[in-house]
Nanobody
């Protein structure tokens, strides 16, 4: 099993910056992809950004140029630097780790989520 613990988040004003981090522990297998998803009020959970152990990134179009994902493979930690935040960025942000066991099986782990609120 893998446990994910998020830290950071909170309240920030429009245009402000915030950073969150997530550390994985337990039976972590590599290669893997760690990243962030968010669920805004009344919406489904959606991709924010992910990064593989080899450094390949994937960003939602809505955050490109404003949010930056990075990771420390030694510490099994992923970071999300959030700049130029907008009220529509308000959501619960979930850390995720995916490890593809086989072409047919992917282990998928989630953190409990951290609330980010952007005041206008």
């Amino acid at each position: 099993q893998v446990q994910l613990v998020e830290s950071g988040g909170g309240l920030v004003q429009t245009g402000g910056s915030l950073s969150v981090s997530c550390t994985a522990s337990g039976s972590i297998k590599s290669p893997n992809t760690m990243g962030w998803y968010c669920r805004a009020p009344g919406k489904q959970r959606e991709l924010v950004a992910t990064m593989s152990t080899t450094g390949i990134t994937n960003y939602a179009d809505s955050v490109k140029g404003r949010l930056t994902i990075s990771r420390d493979n030694v510490k099994n930690t992923v970071y999300l630097q959030m700049n130029s935040l907008k009220p529509e960025d308000k959501a619960v942000y979930y850390c995720n780790l995916q490890h593809r066991v086989s072409p047919y099986l992917t282990n998928d782990y989630w953190g409990p989520g951290t609330q980010i609120t952007v005041s206008s």
